[in-house]
C-alpha cells in the first residue's frame, strides 16, 4: 500500500508540473520592437485612433498568438 501512495505522488508531481518544465518562448514586452509597438498602440489609443490601434494590435496578435499584450490591448 505504501508503494502505491509513493506511486501516486510521483504521478501527480510530473503531471502537475511538467507543463513548468517546457520552455515558453514568450517575447519580453520590455524588448523592441514589442515595447515600441505597445508604447504606439497605447498612444493611438489615447488620441482616439481607435481603428488604427486595434489594426495594430491585430498585427501584434498575427505575428505572436501565444502572447498575451494583444489580446489585452
Not at 36 to 47: A, C, F, K, R, V
Not at 59 to 67: A, C, V
Request: charged share 15%.
Amino acid at each position: 500500500m505504501q508503494s502505491v501512495k509513493i506511486f501516486f505522488f510521483l504521478y501527480c508531481f510530473i503531471f502537475l508540473f511538467k507543463p513548468s518544465f517546457a520552455q515558453v518562448n514568450i517575447p519580453d514586452p520590455a524588448a523592441e520592437p514589442l515595447k515600441s509597438i505597445i508604447l504606439e498602440g497605447i498612444d493611438l489609443t489615447l488620441n482616439n485612433n481607435f481603428d488604427s490601434a486595434m489594426n495594430l494590435y491585430q498585427e501584434l496578435i498575427d505575428s505572436f498568438p501565444h502572447y498575451p499584450a494583444g489580446y489585452f490591448y
